[in-house]
């Protein structure tokens, strides 16, 4: 990534949550990885006081105790937050989350591959995607 900010990590399931931290390592992203179980703990953490807050959230939409549509209604909402750029990473593809993520402003939305090899590409896409854009503004 371009920045030292670290990326948040909204995933309720721990093996894609080890994959997706496999994959950045592979790819010699050195951010922080920020590992939340849902979309709760991950509003928590960008409260938090202090905090960097991340350069990028990679967001899975089936994580319980405020799922992710809900999570990015929040996150929209406030404006020191609405700039952070968030990248779905889902296990399939449904229509209406697809356009409902896409209304809430969303960067973009994979469908995460099963096989490892196109799901550490598709990490890369991101990864590119972010260190040839300019980070938002602010903290």
């Not at 995933?11 to 994959?23: G, N």
Request: glycine share 6%.
């Amino acid at each position: 990534m371009l920045n030292a900010k670290p990326i948040l990590l909204v995933e309720a399931y721990r093996a894609d949550a080890v994959l997706i931290e496999r994959a950045l390592k592979d790819l010699k992203v050195t951010n922080q990885l920020v590992d939340t179980p849902d979309g709760k703990k991950a509003s928590a953490y960008l409260r938090t006081k202090g905090g960097k807050k991340p350069c990028l959230i990679l967001l899975d939409l089936t994580t319980p105790e405020a799922n992710g549509i809900e999570f990015l209604k929040t996150l929209k909402a406030h404006k020191s937050l609405a700039k952070i750029p968030v990248v779905v990473l889902a296990t399939f593809e449904k229509e209406r989350d697809v356009v409902e993520s896409l209304r809430l402003g969303v960067a973009g939305y994979i469908v995460k591959p099963v096989d490892y090899k196109k799901f550490v590409e598709a990490v890369r896409t991101v990864d590119l995607c972010w260190t040839l854009s300019e980070p938002p503004d602010g903290d």
